[in-house]
């Protein structure tokens, strides 16, 4: 598209990139694209031909551009996850189609500095020879979708490759089911087909006379009664719990062998007895049960996973139930012992998981170069050069509980991600990994800048970890569409691995791609005996509302509150989150302080961090705790704020939304960016209106201006007035904000259940088991492709640092 519209305006183009390159080389990101190309034109009528005109939609497009006169090369996104590279000689205007890894070579140039150090691992700056590193030339046969809206959608898109690949006239087609179905057993007990059902005929036959014999019989016919006729024809147990049950799956499978087609295909998988065990990794941080939340690095990941192994427990109960099978299922979250736990459980090797029957935290500890314990807590940043070791240890340990491999493995986080890769590529285990944040994302150019960074986050480390994981990986779920491709206007945060160099050290020609059928999209939900609405008065918990009384009300300042709230009668604003930067609580409180409007219409009240800098451990969190005090006194908050230290009783928490709900409040989640945002459906659980980041996956949570509102934290005055317009509405009506309480409720209920989410990932489970199965050979040459990256690459950066 860019040779016709640099033919279209000629002459406004020429002195367009005229500017561009009029200040040298650098790096141009979309608004200063778009600033310079409208400061370009004088004439008014120009302007708007040109912006409304093809190139104004390229700009417009353009993510960012290299400037390197006289050539300018553009990032084009045209559509979610669709790019094109081009590079345009600014004089003569012509343009030339580049590939990724050319525009990353000239990308890396900007950032040539000849007074980096000289490590011998990292490369010289201006090698060009740098190492790249391109996985989609080891993707070439596995097909991709091909449409921005299928992004996400996976399992749906798998089941109609799998579908294709076992359809043709030959019945020997689909005999790479025959062979996967053969292979499923538990503990060496053989299940559905038993070891003489070597050919498709004999299959075929089994199971038109097995559905025969159990459509005469009545259908609660337990399957007790139909083992022996189904084992003369060579099928084991496994089909169904009674007649009706076995019926419905034998003739599922029939019909997929009849003419394979994805419904089927999907239902099928979703009844095959594949998964009893499954490990979950989430390593760093406290993860526990009680008195974690809120401490450094534990937020909303433990408690994403404990709901999350409570519903799959539930359902894989009802699944084997029906299966007809006598199995326990057991499920393991693999954590880090901590000995010196601060009071917590976190030095308890084995815990298990409160309201499951059959799952437990399982903790292993970290080792220190001399072989002992690591006692104390470290941060995700610096986590990197405990893990392999950790992987053998925690295989060893997982092994000996579960007596055998794992049918699953779970990973959380870079950390938890990489080592479910180290484990599953040795255990040969299906493997499914979870982002919750991927850091690039949220710290600008950090891939670029990576090495000014490196020694605070240890980015060169983690950007490779996220890289092997996401490409062992055989299937990743996210919790919204925006976090792998954003939306019109922005990458995704999986989109932005897509293509992307950190100068001398790595350039990834191809990290991942979006279209992938890995993707899939499950979205968490919030513990509905925890976050309920408030207007449950029966099931409102009375005998807590004087603690939360004192909590948001008592005079005077503890070690537990700040600040406190003059006027009782106004509503509540309220927030909670950790106190990282990213959260942006100390941002709304300058909304807070600079909008006098909103000082007057709410209290503000939040939940974050603790308020004394001495007893943090955390490097933002110090920083972030000044602040908060600085903005106190800057702008005279005491006796409209309440600023509270962070609470860590979940059940309490869902009483305090209610509560705040009674103020007829609202709920504000301020960060600059957030991945998806449990807060955000916790109040939305609890009826309380809901304004939240449009930065992520809030954005996607709600419908701006239906379940709730977006609100954008670049621009605090823009915030700080929307928020005071909900005030200002619900006061000049109240039925507006009874309006928004029920949409929020509704949103949820339609979309963010935990039991949505179990039956999905279930299912991913055990498709992808069987899809792995069909391109064996590709995957064989991907993972000698990544075990060399990890061998060459991770490792050696493990070893420039060393642990405190
Ligand atoms: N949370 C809490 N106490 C606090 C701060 C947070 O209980 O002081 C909980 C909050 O209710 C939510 C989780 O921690 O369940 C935070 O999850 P979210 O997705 O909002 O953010 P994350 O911390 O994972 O980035
Ligand atoms: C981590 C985050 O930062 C949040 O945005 C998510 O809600 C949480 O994990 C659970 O996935």
Same mark, same amino acid.
């Given at each position: 598209?860019?040779?016709?519209?640099?033919?279209?305006?000629?002459?406004?183009?020429?002195?367009?990139?005229?500017?561009?390159?009029?200040?040298?080389?650098?790096?141009?990101?979309?608004?200063?694209?778009?600033?310079?190309?409208?400061?370009?034109?004088?004439?008014?009528?120009?302007?708007?031909?040109?912006?409304?005109?093809?190139?104004?939609?390229?700009?417009?497009?353009?993510?960012?551009?290299?400037?390197?006169?006289?050539?300018?090369?553009?990032?084009?996104?045209?559509?979610?996850?669709?790019?094109?590279?081009?590079?345009?000689?600014?004089?003569?205007?012509?343009?030339?189609?580049?590939?990724?890894?050319?525009?990353?070579?000239?990308?890396?140039?900007?950032?040539?500095?000849?007074?980096?150090?000289?490590?011998?691992?990292?490369?010289? #700056?201006?090698?060009?020879?740098?190492? =790249? /590193?391109?996985?989609?030339?080891?993707?070439?046969? %596995? +097909?991709? @979708?091909? !449409?921005?809206?299928?992004?996400?959608?996976?399992?749906?898109?798998?089941?109609?490759?799998?579908?294709?690949?076992?359809?043709?006239?030959?019945?020997?087609?689909?005999?790479?089911?025959?062979?996967?179905?053969?292979?499923?057993?538990?503990?060496?007990?053989?299940?559905?087909?038993?070891?003489?059902?070597?050919?498709?005929?004999?299959? #075929?036959?089994?199971?038109?006379?097995? =559905? /025969?014999?159990?459509?005469?019989?009545?259908?609660? %016919? +337990?399957? @007790?009664? !139909?083992?022996?006729?189904?084992?003369?024809?060579?099928?084991?147990?496994?089909?169904?719990?009674?007649?009706?049950?076995?019926?419905?799956?034998?003739?599922?499978?029939?019909?997929?062998?009849?003419?394979?087609?994805?419904?089927?295909?999907?239902?099928?998988?979703?009844?095959?007895?594949?998964?009893?065990?499954?490990?979950?990794?989430?390593?760093?941080?406290?993860?526990?049960? =009680?008195?974690?939340?809120?401490?450094?690095?534990?937020?909303?990941?433990?408690?994403?996973?404990?709901?999350?192994?409570?519903?799959?427990?539930?359902?894989?109960?009802?699944?084997?139930?029906?299966?007809?099978?006598?199995?326990?299922?057991?499920?393991?979250?693999?954590?880090?012992?901590?000995?010196?736990?601060?009071?917590?459980?976190?030095?308890?090797?084995?815990?298990?998981?409160?309201?499951?029957?059959?799952?437990?935290?399982?903790?292993?500890?970290?080792?220190?170069?001399?072989?002992?314990?690591?006692?104390?807590?470290?941060?995700?940043?610096?986590?990197?050069?405990?893990?392999?070791?950790?992987?053998?240890?925690?295989?060893?340990?997982?092994?000996?509980?579960?007596?055998?491999?794992?049918?699953?493995?779970?990973?959380?986080?870079?950390?938890?991600?990489?080592?479910?890769?180290?484990?599953?590529?040795?255990?040969?285990?299906?493997?499914?990994?979870?982002?919750?944040?991927?850091?690039?994302?949220?710290?600008?150019?950090?891939?670029?800048?990576?090495?000014?960074?490196?020694?605070?986050?240890?980015?060169?480390?983690?950007?490779?970890?996220?890289?092997?994981?996401?490409?062992?990986?055989?299937?990743?779920?996210?919790?919204?569409?925006?976090?792998?491709?954003?939306?019109?206007?922005?990458?995704?945060?999986?989109?932005?691995?897509?293509?992307?160099?950190?100068?001398?050290?790595?350039?990834?020609?191809?990290?991942?791609?979006?279209?992938?059928?890995?993707?899939?999209?499950?979205?968490?939900?919030?513990?509905?005996?925890?976050?309920?609405?408030?207007?449950?008065?029966?099931?409102?918990?009375?005998?807590?509302?004087?603690?939360?009384?004192?909590?948001?009300?008592?005079?005077?300042?503890?070690?537990?509150?700040?600040?406190?709230?003059?006027?009782?009668?106004?509503?509540?604003?309220?927030?909670?989150?950790?106190?990282?930067?990213?959260?942006?609580?100390?941002?709304?409180?300058?909304?807070?302080?600079?909008?006098?409007?909103?000082?007057?219409?709410?209290?503000?009240?939040?939940?974050?961090?603790?308020?004394?800098?001495?007893?943090?451990?955390?490097?933002?969190?110090?920083?972030?705790?000044?602040?908060?005090?600085?903005?106190?006194?800057?702008?005279?908050?005491?006796?409209?704020?309440?600023?509270?230290?962070?609470?860590?009783?979940?059940?309490?928490?869902?009483?305090?939304?209610?509560?705040?709900?009674?103020?007829?409040?609202?709920?504000?989640?301020?960060?600059?960016?957030?991945?998806?945002?449990?807060?955000?459906?916790?109040?939305?659980?609890?009826?309380?209106?809901?304004?939240?980041?449009?930065?992520?996956?809030?954005?996607?949570?709600?419908?701006?201006?239906?379940?709730?509102?977006?609100?954008?934290?670049?621009?605090?005055?823009?915030?700080?007035?929307?928020?005071?317009?909900?005030?200002?509405?619900?006061?000049?009506?109240?039925?507006?904000?009874?309006?928004?309480?029920?949409?929020?409720?509704?949103?949820?209920?339609?979309?963010?259940?935990?039991?949505?989410?179990?039956?999905?990932?279930?299912?991913?489970?055990?498709?992808?088991?069987?899809?792995?199965?069909?391109?064996?050979?590709?995957?064989?040459?991907?993972?000698?492709?990544?075990?060399?990256?990890?061998?060459?690459?991770?490792?050696?950066?493990?070893?420039?640092?060393?642990?405190?």
């Amino acid at each position: 598209m860019m040779p016709d519209a640099l033919r279209q305006n000629r002459y406004q183009m020429k002195r367009c990139f005229q500017r561009y390159v009029s200040k040298g080389r650098k790096l141009m990101k979309n608004q200063q694209l778009m600033e310079e190309l409208e400061k370009s034109l004088d004439d008014k009528v120009d302007k708007e031909k040109l912006v409304e005109g093809f190139l104004g939609y390229i700009i417009c497009s353009t993510q960012e551009a290299v400037v390197l006169p006289p050539f300018v090369a553009f990032a084009v996104r045209l559509n979610p996850g669709i790019w094109e590279f081009v590079k345009v000689h600014s004089d003569d205007l012509s343009v030339e189609g580049i590939t990724p890894s050319d525009y990353l070579k000239l990308k890396e140039t900007l950032y040539h500095d000849a007074s980096i150090h000289d490590s011998p691992i990292w490369a010289k #700056q201006d090698d060009n020879y740098q190492l =790249e /590193v391109d996985f989609g030339a080891v993707d070439l046969s %596995t +097909p991709h @979708l091909t !449409l921005p809206s299928s992004i996400g959608n996976g399992l749906q898109f798998i089941s109609k490759f799998m579908s294709s690949k076992l359809q043709s006239d030959k019945p020997e087609s689909s005999k790479p089911l025959l062979d996967y179905l053969l292979t499923l057993n538990h503990r060496g007990e053989k299940l559905m087909v038993s070891d003489t059902m070597d050919t498709m005929s004999k299959l #075929q036959t089994a199971l038109l006379l097995a =559905e /025969v014999f159990v459509s005469g019989l009545p259908k609660d %016919t +337990p399957y @007790l009664k !139909l083992e022996q006729r189904f084992q003369e024809w060579g099928l084991e147990k496994g089909w169904g719990d009674n007649a009706e049950r076995c019926k419905e799956t034998l003739n599922c499978l029939s019909e997929v062998l009849e003419a394979p087609d994805p419904a089927n295909m999907e239902k099928f998988f979703s009844r095959v007895p594949s998964i009893f065990n499954i490990v979950v990794f989430s390593i760093h941080g406290y993860f526990g049960q =009680e008195k974690v939340l809120g401490l450094p690095d534990t937020g909303g990941q433990v408690v994403y996973i404990l709901d999350q192994v409570r519903a799959m427990e539930e359902e894989l109960l009802q699944r084997i139930k029906q299966q007809g099978l006598n199995v326990t299922p057991k499920i393991l979250v693999l954590t880090r012992l901590i000995p010196d736990a601060k009071g917590t459980k976190c030095n308890v090797e084995i815990e298990p998981v409160e309201h499951t029957k059959h799952s437990n935290i399982v903790r292993v500890p970290f080792k220190s170069q001399d072989g002992k314990d690591l006692r104390h807590w470290v941060s995700r940043f610096d986590i990197y050069p405990y893990l392999e070791r950790y992987a053998q240890d925690a295989t060893a340990k997982i092994l000996k509980i579960l007596e055998g491999k794992p049918d699953l493995i779970i990973g959380n986080y870079t950390d938890g991600n990489l080592v479910a890769s180290l484990v599953s590529s040795k255990l040969g285990v299906t493997q499914g990994t979870i982002a919750h944040a991927l850091e690039k994302t949220k710290y600008e150019d950090s891939d670029v800048k990576w090495r000014e960074m490196d020694q605070k986050y240890h980015f060169s480390c983690q950007f490779t970890a996220d890289m092997i994981a996401m490409n062992t990986s055989d299937f990743i779920v996210t919790s919204t569409y925006q976090e792998i491709a954003g939306s019109k206007e922005k990458p995704g945060q999986y989109e932005q691995h897509y293509a992307f160099t950190m100068p001398g050290l790595c350039r990834f020609a191809t990290g991942i791609n979006v279209f992938d059928p890995k993707f899939n999209i499950a979205a968490p939900g919030a513990d509905q005996s925890i976050y309920f609405p408030f207007t449950q008065k029966k099931n409102r918990l009375t005998h807590l509302h004087p603690q939360i009384e004192e909590l948001l009300y008592s005079k005077g300042d503890t070690d537990e509150h700040i600040g406190h709230l003059a006027d009782r009668s106004k509503p509540i604003l309220f927030s909670m989150a950790r106190l990282d930067k990213v959260k942006n609580i100390t941002g709304l409180v300058e909304w807070y302080g600079q909008n006098k409007k909103l000082r007057e219409l709410a209290n503000l009240v939040v939940v974050a961090g603790l308020l004394d800098a001495s007893q943090s451990g955390d490097r933002e969190e110090i920083e972030e705790i000044n602040k908060m005090h600085e903005l106190i006194d800057r702008f005279q908050l005491k006796g409209h704020i309440r600023w509270i230290r962070a609470q860590t009783d979940r059940v309490r928490n869902g009483e305090l939304y209610r509560c705040i709900a009674d103020t007829k409040g609202a709920f504000v989640q301020p960060a600059l960016y957030e991945a998806f945002g449990l807060t955000v459906i916790e109040a939305m659980n609890c009826g309380l209106p809901t304004l939240a980041t449009n930065q992520g996956g809030p954005a996607e949570i709600i419908v701006d201006g239906v379940s709730g509102f977006h609100v954008n934290p670049t621009n605090g005055d823009e915030a700080g007035a929307k928020i005071a317009d909900f005030f200002q509405k619900c006061k000049e009506d109240v039925s507006y904000w009874n309006k928004l309480s029920t949409a929020a409720l509704q949103r949820i209920y339609e979309c963010y259940t935990w039991k949505i989410y179990a039956t999905r990932v279930l299912n991913m489970g055990s498709t992808y088991a069987f899809w792995k199965t069909l391109n064996k050979e590709e995957r064989q040459a991907k993972q000698c492709y990544l075990q060399m990256f990890y061998n060459l690459q991770f490792r050696n950066l493990v070893s420039t640092y060393t642990p405190e």
